[in-house]
């Protein structure tokens, strides 16, 4: 980082620090992170703004209405409608006034991506283009939800690469998960394993692409949290939500899955308070997306190898543990995550670190599975580096630039999946792959 704009972040990161202490209860292990001034941004308050509906005609009837403070965005000959709160409609209650009253968030859940940034996915354009996929796979992919989002109408959605078994039908296969939106803001990493899903598919045909395929049980679950990204877009302004849409006591809105994952759950970098965004739930996996995570991937502990679940924004690949400083114990495992994330680095110009050099987080995925079972586990923090450069929100101009970066890492763990102690021999073990990653190009 430029010295310059490292003591930027600082002299930003103190000004936010002093401004709003309270927010800072869980700081970050390190004083000067470049991810420090990511928590700045708040959750937002819980919206609990009215769309207000009333029956009149003239002008002089408007400004009673306007009068009560509601703001007043639809007007026609004889009905209006506008912005309002339970204040301001209990003040039409007492004049009389008839209303129709519905939660905002209920009215404009029909809004969607801004109009610059239409390539991104909201819910329904991922579920349809996901079924697309299955139909134009000739019998390679199948689609099954693992679960629902806490709002319980929309399902979270998985891939399914395998032209032997589909759904959830059993696979001796060793199988590898890529997932993504976890954060609701982090849109770019639901269009990243989306991407590599289509590549794989419309490359299928090629030699060496098929043979990975064909020893390969292939996962993707791009938007782990749909209620929460929903969320984020559903006033047509990203809202720079975070956190799943759980109706915390007190009014917040939701927990941090990403801090809800059942491995020495509640400890340091993650908060008791609902209105953090780094809230940790009421109990860890008392979220229903982390527990259709845990179900999904305890289902397949015999054959579930790798898991690379993608956040954004920072270009980071991290490697646990992130709940505590230091390596994991097992120096032969330790080995094989550094070399793993040394040699994808090198194509994706990420930086590998282990997650507790960023700052310490308790109940995070990549602690869970690397904890509870052994699997090897990676969050890649996409594009871009900074929050000058975008942050959460880079651009539809990032989604192909980043997928490309990320092909050879994700290719790579791919054939690493079979036996991913493998990368500390120094070898790949196919030769297919290293002329894929070869013929890929990149950086
Ligand atoms: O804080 C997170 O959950 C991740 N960063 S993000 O900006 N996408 O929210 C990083 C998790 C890394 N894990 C640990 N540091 N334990
Ligand atoms: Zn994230």
Not at 283 to 308: G, H, N
Not at 317 to 344: C, F, S, V
Request: net charge negative; aromatic share 10%.
């Amino acid at each position: 980082m430029r010295p310059v704009l490292a003591s930027l972040i600082f002299v930003f990161s103190l000004a936010v620090a002093s401004a709003n202490d309270a927010s800072f209860d869980a700081a970050p292990a390190k004083p000067v992170s470049f991810k420090f001034q990511k928590k700045a941004p708040a959750a937002p308050a819980a919206d609990d703004r009215l769309w207000i509906t009333v029956k009149a005609s003239g002008a002089e009837s408007r400004e009673t209405i306007v009068n009560t403070g509601i703001s007043l965005e639809e007007i026609s000959s004889d009905e209006v409608s506008g912005v309002g709160n339970a204040r301001m409609a209990e003040r039409l209650k007492s004049l009389g006034i008839k209303f129709k009253a519905v939660p905002l968030t209920q009215r404009f859940h029909m809004q969607d991506f801004p109009a610059e940034d239409a390539a991104f996915h909201n819910y329904a354009r991922l579920t349809s283009d996901l079924q697309g996929l299955v139909a134009q796979s000739n019998g390679l992919a199948s689609l099954f939800s693992i679960g629902r989002g806490w709002a319980g109408d929309k399902d979270i959605w998985c891939l399914r690469l395998n032209s032997s078994a589909h759904g959830v039908e059993k696979s001796d296969r060793p199988a590898i998960v890529y997932m993504g939106t976890h954060h609701a803001r982090e849109h770019l990493s639901t269009e990243v394993p989306l991407l590599l899903a289509k590549y794989l598919i419309e490359n299928r045909a090629k030699p060496e692409i098929a043979s990975l395929l064909a020893k390969r049980d292939v996962y993707f679950i791009p938007m782990v949290n749909p209620d929460g990204a929903e969320y984020d877009i559903a006033t047509g302004q990203y809202r720079m939500h975070r956190k799943n849409v759980r109706a915390n006591d007190g009014g917040s809105v939701g927990v941090d899955l990403n801090r809800n994952y059942g491995y020495h759950w509640g400890e340091g970098g993650s908060s008791a308070e609902p209105d953090s965004d780094i809230y940790h739930g009421p109990s860890a996996f008392s979220e229903p997306e982390t527990q259709a995570i845990k179900k999904f991937i305890e289902d397949r502990l015999d054959t579930m190898k790798v898991v690379l679940t993608f956040h954004s924004f920072s270009e980071l690949i991290l490697y646990p543990w992130g709940h505590k400083n230091g390596p994991i114990d097992d120096t032969r495992a330790q080995t094989a995550y550094e070399t793993m994330a040394k040699t994808m680095a090198q194509w994706n110009g990420y930086t590998p670190e282990h997650s507790s050099d960023l700052y310490i987080a308790s109940g995070d995925t990549t602690d869970w599975a690397w904890g509870a079972h052994k699997i090897f586990a990676f969050t890649f923090e996409l594009t871009p580096k900074s929050m000058w450069d975008g942050g959460f929100y880079p651009g539809a101009g990032a989604i192909s630039s980043t997928f490309a970066a990320n092909l050879k890492p994700a290719l790579y763990l791919l054939d690493l999946a079979d036996d991913p102690y493998r990368a500390a021999g120094g070898n790949l073990s196919s030769s297919n792959v290293k002329s894929t990653l070869t013929a890929n190009g990149g950086r």
